[in-house]
């Protein structure tokens, strides 16, 4: 069946520190993926999301790009900042199965 | 504003006495999901709604029912909750299923305790 995998956590950066967050997917048809952030106490939002091979998806500085040869898809930001401290899941979805599948998470913590 | 709710946001209970989470959508979305979030498991969906009196399990549905009688609102009930069904619940809702391009929207999150 589909599946994430992200890298684990959690990770901790200096401000300014250039962030890699690995992850890795298992589809059986065409998914879409994307990349949430969740915030301390707060729901799921949206970072970025890409629907096709070699798509680039990019918001407030982050950017992953859709990898078929390598069924991944890591998000980048050249420099984050104490503000991106939160954690991120990796996900995918397949509309023929109706079904959404998240990676665990990866907890990121950035130091003034 | 356009929003997901889930009510309440923090619940103890204790095993056995059947309890209702609430949630609701004001915008229109045809597909509503609920999530649990356990440490080192990310996020598990448990029921999903296509539409009004349209359900169907996910990937951990056992404990858990679901009814979608309106199409705004779609409650979590559990029966007959047990130790092992303490975790934190999201309800989301999204357009038109799971079309490729679609993002889904959650609410804040409920987190229940069973004792």
């Known amino acids: 069946g589909d599946s994430v995998t992200q890298m684990e956590g959690p990770v901790t950066l200096s401000e300014e520190a250039f962030l890699t967050i690995n992850c890795t997917y298992t589809a059986t048809g065409y998914p879409s993926l994307f990349w949430y952030v969740q915030y301390p106490g707060e729901g799921l939002q949206l970072l970025l999301k890409a629907t096709k091979a070699d798509d680039k998806g990019s918001n407030k500085g982050f950017e992953a790009t859709y990898r078929k040869e390598t069924t991944s898809f890591h998000l980048e930001k050249g420099s984050v900042q104490v503000s991106d401290s939160a954690v991120y899941f990796c996900?995918?979805?397949?509309?023929?199965?109706?079904?959404?599948?998240f990676g665990t998470g990866t907890s990121l913590t950035v130091i003034p | 504003e356009a929003q997901v709710t889930q009510n309440p946001r923090y619940l103890i209970t204790v095993t056995g006495k059947k309890l209702t989470v609430t949630c609701s959508q004001n915008m229109n979305h045809e597909y509503m999901s609920w999530y649990r979030q356990d440490p080192g498991l990310g996020l598990r969906q448990i029921y999903y709604?296509?539409?009004?009196?349209?359900?169907d399990k996910g990937d951990v549905p056992e404990g858990y029912k679901v009814s979608r009688k309106e199409k705004r609102n779609f409650p979590l009930i559990l029966e007959s909750p047990s130790p092992n069904q303490t975790s934190l619940y999201f309800c989301?809702?999204?357009?038109?299923?799971?079309?490729?391009?679609?993002?889904?929207?959650f609410g804040p999150g409920t987190r229940l305790t069973v004792l």
């Open positions: 989301a809702s999204s357009l038109l299923g799971l079309a490729a391009y679609n993002e889904q929207f």
């Open positions: 996900a995918l979805s397949e509309a023929v199965v109706n079904q959404f599948y």
């Open positions: 709604s296509m539409n009004v009196e349209v359900t």
